[in-house]
Each structure stands twice: as C-alpha cells, then as structure tokens.
C-alpha cells in the first residue's frame, strides 16, 4: 500500500529568545550582569539581525512556515546567543575558569527554561535539546535530570576542543553524563561547528576546511574510549556535519581493532588491555545516529552506503543553507530514485524513535510532500541559497 504523504521530523532545526528576553529566564541575581553584558554584546550573526530572525522565537510564524514546507516536527538545537556568551552557543569553546562555568551556565539554564516553554506550545512536533559544558559531569547529570522532567528530549554536549584543559570525551570522568542521560532515556547530541581548537588569525576558509574533523573525531572518541561499551543504552547523534566520512572512518577503526584482536599489537604498538569486545562498527550501528541536513545527491549515496536507518534528514531551519521554502524541491533532487520506505525512515520515522515523538500522531497531522511529488525528478532548480544544490 502507497503511503500518500512523507512525514518529515528534521532531525536539524534552530531556534533561541530574542537577547533581551532571555533576562526574566534568569536568576534574580544575575539581573544587573545581564544588562551590561546585553548593552555592550554585538551580534556577529547576520541573520540575528535581520527582519526575518523572528522565526527562531515567533512560534506561530515558524509553525505556519513548517507547515507550509511540509514538515511536521523538528529536532531544536539553539542558534541565538545565551546570556553572557561571547559568541554562538554551537560555537563556543568551554568556560576557562569557575567563574566564567558559573556565569555561562547561568546563561545556558535560561536558555534551556525558554526552550522547555517554547517545546510545550507545540507538544508532540518539538524536541528539544537542552544546552550543557562537560565541565562539571555532575552538574551536566543534574541538567539531564531538569532536562526530562521538563519534557526536553536531549541535551547539546560540545566537542571538546584539543587544546582545551579539559580532557577528551574518552575519559571515564565523563560517565556521570552518560549514565544519567541512559537512565532519563535522552539522547546526547552533538552539532557541527564545534570541538575547533584557537586558529589564532587564520583565514575563515582554513577555519571551514577544519570544523568537520575536530566535530567528527568525538566518534571515535566515544567509541575507543568504551563508553558505548558501558553504557549499551545510550543515544548519541551527530548533526550536520556530513556523512560521507563515516563508512571509510568505521573500516579504518575496524582495521585497527582486528589486527589487535589477532596479534596483540599493530605493529611495534600493543594494546595494552584496552581492546573492545565488539569491532567499532558494532558500537556505532547500535548507539550512533547521524543527522544529515540539506542533503546533496552525493551525500545520499553516503547515507544509503553507510545504512539509511542511522541517518536523520535535516532542513536547518531557519538558516539561508537550509531547505525552506524548497524543501519538496530538495528531496526531489537527492532522493526522488529511493524507495518509499526507506524515506520514511530517513524523513521521519527514525528520527522520530530516537527523540521520542510519535511518529504515527504525527503522520495523521497529513503535512508532508506527496510521495508521488518527490518520485519525481527535479525539472529545474530553484533561485536559492539552499546547499542541497551545491556542486551541480
């Protein structure tokens, strides 16, 4: 039987308080603080300053937009700036000192008390994910646990950057973290654009060229270290940070892992005792999603060669690369040769399972493409900035 409609959950939505609001979602005390670190921030974000950045806040224009591009429900990953950050919160490094942690946690915890309100008006169709540093695991584990009493679906845990003072995320210092979010039964999520190391002046294009390794090594930071191991449970996803690496990264880490299993050692290397039950691949089939936004023909090929049903569609919106308003148009383009039910799965039922939402209330909403629509091939692309498009 042909189901009429996909049901889109973009595993890859932004959203965050207009600056000024984000002040009554704080703490009494850090009123006045506030206020001078509001009246003297500027905005590096243009599109937070232009007259269309009311839809990371105007729940009833977003929706409408949404709606309008035929998707149903989203994943929410922040892309406003937090009280007292210097910067995006996707972007920013962890806090160097106790007394920036304090303060700047102080700003993530109003951003995530606004995201709870935000994710209520629409319940069911937001999930959202809550903003936390892994500098302090047990104060991470504390916000896991406000994060599912108050109905988040996840939280947003940085890289961790190389020459940072914190230890990598192989650490067994982190176990806090992931034995709370196994025992709330939310999902670690990580975004591209974190985890950079200081580029001191190096050009914009050597920074763009160099986010996506220091965003995809958390993979094999997870996976080597054993925390999939201890914790069999937990939900990690990765989000808009490409898939196409993923197959070669998975054999090469196999590679590795079988050589020790056989010999002990690769080359003058031995193990040391720290050889995994299962190969890396098992880890990641198991516990790893990989959201996948704007998707390009080329990228398609990835997902369908690394197994469609870890990967999670993304739309970015609201940003200018995201797929809004051709998102049907977008689909057409990469995917109008895949079969329906694996695009289901791609478009929303998987995505739909690892944040919790239901996915059969969301398909009788009847928002979505027409199957029919997207089994066609794109006749002409659309005038837009959208990066499905890219490298025709």
Known sequence: ?????????????????????????????????????????????GDLENPDADRN???????????ADGIA?????????????????????????????????????????????????????????AQVFANDPDQVAADIAWA??????????????????????????YDPIWA????????????????????????????LMEVPFFANRTLWHLIIGGVFER???????????????????????????????????????????EQLPHPPSYYFHRNVWMGSSF??????????????TRAMWGADFPHDEGTYPYTTEALQYSFHTWEEESLKDLLGRTAAQVYGLDYEELANLDIGPEASDVATPLDAIPDTKCLAFRLI
């Open 148 to 173: 599912a009493e108050n109905g988040l679906k996840g939280i947003l845990l940085s890289a961790i950057p190389p020459d940072s003072h914190l230890v990598g995320l192989w650490s067994p210092r």
């Open 295 to 308: 998707t390009t023909p080329k990228e398609a090929v990835s997902i369908a060669e690394m197994g469609h």
């Open 73 to 129: 429900a989203e994943v929410l990953f922040p892309n406003t700036v937090p009280p007292f950050f210097p910067s995006g919160g996707l972007v920013a490094r962890p806090p160097d000192t106790p007394t920036e942690l304090e303060q700047r946690t102080a700003g993530l915890r109003a951003h995530n008390r606004w995201l709870a309100e935000f994710c209520a008006e629409l319940p069911g169709r937001r999930a959202g994910l």
């Open 57 to 67: 806040w105007d729940s009833a224009r977003r929706q409408r937009e949404l709606e």
């Open 231 to 273: 914790f069999p449970r937990l939900r990690f996803t990765m989000t808009e940070q490409s898939v196409g690496w993923v197959p070669e990264v998975l054999a090469r880490m196999d590679n590795i892992w079988e050589s020790w299993t056989k010999t002990g050692a690769v080359g003058v290397m031995r193990s040391e005792g």
């Open 1 to 45: 039987m042909t189901t009429a409609r996909y049901t889109i959950v973009s595993a890859d939505g932004h959203v965050g308080a207009d600056r000024p609001d984000y002040k009554e979602y704080l703490e009494s005390r850090w009123h006045e603080e506030f206020d001078v670190w509001n009246d003297s921030f500027v905005n590096p974000f």
């Open 180 to 207: 709370a979010a196994q025992h709330h039964d939310i999902v670690v999520a990580q975004h591209g654009g974190q985890g950079v190391p200081e580029l001191e002046d190096a050009p914009r294009f050597v920074w």
